[in-house]
């Protein structure tokens, strides 16, 4: 629970406010403690109750379009996804959410250093069915599916606002296809469900004050410290799967 708290309460900060995806840090903190299939299962419910809670928030002023596209795009994603679940083992996945962490923050740096250009582009169907596809893969491996979309959706030009709605509802749609296989796969467990009960406060607190961050606090300083924990955890949990 001392690690759970605080990192489900970045997950509702991070969903509730801010687009970046960083949201599933909160997998490989937990991935540190327990077996990293159990840490994703854990964490699913929370983050479609902090989906349901923040989604009022940004009613109606997604992109609908562009939604549609990453919804329909992100299905043979979570289909390999659900492959790779069922012969692959604990090892292979603290190898996998620790390589997308670290792969997370390369790709803000170079983006915040302008190493990363994403030119602008109109809007694609196709190029949101690919983004899907790898949304839907890495999201259901470690719910970690923010950088296709940021990439597909800030090329279009959005602003912060229509941004922030249309992952939401992108986010929320992938977590409902996602839980069906996840219980199928038995990710979910009599612990983690009830261990879920207990977290879910912390999760409606975090989403609170996304909210509320989203209108007044500075991302910087958010994502300096994401930035950090993700690269000690996900340096943590590749060391952990080679040795």
């Known amino acids: 629970m001392a690690v759970a708290v ?45 989906d349901v809670f923040t989604l009022g928030s940004f009613w109606k002023q997604w992109h609908t379009p562009s939604a549609l596209a990453l919804c329909l795009g992100s299905l043979p994603g979570i289909a390999l996804a659900i492959w790779l679940f069922q012969v692959a083992d604990a090892d292979t996945f603290r190898l996998l959410i620790g390589a997308i962490a670290i792969a997370f923050v390369l790709y803000q740096f170079a983006r915040g250093r ?22 839907g893969f890495t999201s259901f491996l470690s719910h970690a599916g923010g950088p296709p979309v940021a990439v597909f959706l800030l090329a279009q030009g959005m602003g912060k606002t229509t941004y922030q709605a249309t992952s939401v509802i992108v986010f929320w749609a992938i977590n409902l296809l996602k839980f069906i296989p996840y219980a199928a796969l038995g990710i979910f467990t009599r612990e983690t469900l009830v261990l879920d ?40 949990l590749i060391w952990d799967a080679l040795t």
């Open 114 to 135: 302008g190493w990363l250009r994403i030119p602008d582009r109109p809007y694609d169907p196709v190029t949101g069915g690919v983004a899907g596809a790898v949304a």
């Open 6 to 50: 605080p990192a489900v309460i970045f997950a509702g900060v991070s969903k509730g406010g801010f687009g970046s995806g960083a949201a599933f840090a909160a997998a490989p903190i937990l991935a540190l403690a327990i077996d990293p299939r159990l840490a994703v299962g854990l964490m699913l419910p929370l983050l479609m109750l902090i």
């Open 197 to 236: 009960l207990w977290l879910a406060p912390a999760a409606i607190l975090g989403a609170w004050l996304g909210v509320k961050a989203h209108h007044m606090v500075p991302e910087r300083l958010f994502f300096g410290l994401t930035y950090v924990l993700l690269l000690a955890t996900g340096s943590k």
